[in-house]
């Protein structure tokens, strides 16, 4: 896995490496050259290029000056625009050092940007917080209003790198360079639509070590369990699934095709005679049971069915199954009964918000899978401070509620309770769709049958769920697709994946 730092982690791998003996202007020097290649690459070329590098204060500015001065060396036509005064330490050395080379920095003006074929972002740094304001903010705005592509130091000037909050002006990068290790910022919206494509530079600071990861097709592919020779049903996983009511069969039926598309040998859905009704023409591979008479499920259905929820190897509870105080005993009882993991999606997460303390209770595996609506209803809190630091509020539930956290949305949040996260950044738009959150829960609870750690089987699902939703969007160019789709392109999905364990 890639390390995704927080910018205090960097700021301690930076120190780290100081303390080590690489000096602040080695690495400052190195950094300004991992951009300048960057941004040759970008253009395609080097004479008759055209370069606009916009400094700020800092190490950000320091590294911009290097970038300024090896471009020119390279057969660049360089400007560079400064935005502080006062400069001191390696970005103070760099500078007099671009002067020495022949380049004069001037002030900011806009009018200066005309021309450029690329333009370097080296006003603020990953440090940066709130809202860009003054000279830097027109710079900004300037910059985006400019039709040369933008190389940004680090992460776009104006994104919060810690949440990737953005509050105000931030520049729109083609080409992040991220020095040593991408940042949080760059990993989640908004600031994940400001970084363009993340270039990881290694200027020599060593990261042995990270609270948070950003996955890989072979990260994935080195987990999931391969079939033998003797393989058969009960031996690949055995799943139950408690979902549905009248009037909301989709939900099960969906997270059930998601469960059988992802592997499962062996799926009962457990539900009321209309879901059944439904799920004889959508998916006649899927075992039922049903519930005689009734229009939702209740605690009792434990008990009339305890022979399959006893011979699962893992247990999905809530799609589709409905609100009320019948559902909310259900799945209480389920958590303090089920012995196989347990994945809490939908409606089952929805009746615990008045209690979600629940969760903590239960010593087996739980994986719960909210939206930011869900999550913030088992917290207390808004849908919008839910998204305002996605990664610290999914750390913050696994912590609380004792389980492994998969917060849906932009850069899919995966935690577990020690801390350690997962961003995946696989599917798009494509998965803004009623029903794609129901056929993600049936491929979390299929992969968890098969006996993996629920953390890395959560975290799995959540990668193939997103190649199969950009798979089929690909059928598509992206418009119209359905859950359905997604559910249908599992397989392809899994088989994209596991060839990158043999390349």
């Not at 909301?248 to 009321?272: D, F, H, K, N």
């Not at 849906?408 to 794609?436: C, D, F, H, M």
């Not at 997103?466 to 789709?485: M, N, P, Q, R, W």
Request: with cysteine; net charge negative; hydrophobic share 45%.
């Amino acid at each position: 896995m890639r390390p995704l730092l927080s910018p205090e982690e960097m700021a301690r791998a930076d120190r780290a490496a100081v303390d080590a003996g690489t000096s602040t202007y080695m690495l400052m020097e190195r950094a300004g050259r991992a951009v300048a290649r960057a941004a040759i690459r970008l253009v395609a070329g080097r004479y008759g290029r055209r370069v606009v590098v916009v400094c700020g204060k800092g190490n950000n500015g320091g590294d911009g000056f290097v970038a300024a001065r090896v471009l020119a060396a390279e057969g660049l036509s360089v400007r560079c625009l400064t935005l502080a005064d006062g400069l001191q330490g390696a970005a103070k050395e760099h500078l007099e050092r671009m002067i020495a080379a022949g380049i004069s920095p001037e002030r900011f003006d806009a009018g200066r940007l005309e021309g450029a074929d690329v333009i370097v972002d080296a006003i603020f740094g990953t440090g940066f917080r709130g809202v860009a304001e003054g000279e830097p903010a027109r710079a900004i705005e300037a910059v985006n209003a400019s039709e040369a592509p933008v190389v940004a130091v680090d992460i776009p000037s104006g994104v919060d790198g810690l949440t990737g909050a953005v509050s105000g002006p931030a520049v729109r990068a083609a080409v992040t360079v991220a020095m040593g290790a991408e940042k949080y910022g760059t990993a989640l919206p908004p600031g994940l639509a400001h970084a363009g494509t993340v270039e990881v530079a290694d200027i020599g600071i060593p990261v042995e070590s990270s609270e948070a990861s950003v996955m890989a097709p072979v990260d994935v592919a080195g987990i999931i369990p391969v079939r033998g020779t003797d393989a058969h049903k009960r031996s690949v996983g055995s799943v139950a699934i408690l979902a549905g009511s009248d009037g909301m069969s989709g939900a099960a039926i969906l997270t059930s095709i998601g469960t059988m598309r992802a592997g499962a040998g062996y799926a009962t859905l457990i539900t009321t005679p209309y879901v059944d009704d439904a799920k004889k023409t959508r998916a006649p591979e899927l075992v039922s049971k049903v519930a005689p008479g009734a229009s939702d499920l209740g605690p009792e259905v434990l008990r009339s069915f305890s022979d399959v929820i006893e011979r699962a190897d893992a247990v999905a509870i809530g799609p589709g199954l409905g609100q009320g105080t019948r559902q909310q005993e259900l799945v209480e009882e389920a958590l303090r009964s089920v012995e196989a993991p347990v994945v809490v999606d939908a409606d089952g997460l929805n009746v615990l918000s008045d209690r979600p303390e629940v969760i903590l209770d239960r010593t087996a595996p739980v994986v719960i899978t909210p939206h930011a609506g869900e999550m913030a209803r088992l917290l207390g809190t808004s849908s919008s401070e839910v998204q305002g630091n996605r990664l610290e509020v999914a750390r913050a539930a696994a912590l609380r509620f004792g389980c492994v956290v998969l917060l849906k949305g932009a850069s899919t949040v995966i935690s577990q309770p020690s801390g350690r996260s997962v961003v995946n950044r696989t599917g798009g738009p494509e998965l803004a769709t009623a029903g794609t959150g129901d056929v993600l829960t049936g491929v979390v609870v299929s992969l968890l049958a098969t006996g993996i750690d629920a953390f890395d089987a959560t975290w799995a699902a959540a990668f193939v769920h997103g190649v199969a939703g950009s798979l089929a969007a690909s059928a598509t160019d992206g418009y119209g697709v359905l859950a359905g789709d997604v559910a249908a392109a599992l397989p392809e999905a899994f088989a994209v994946v596991m060839k990158a364990q043999s390349t």
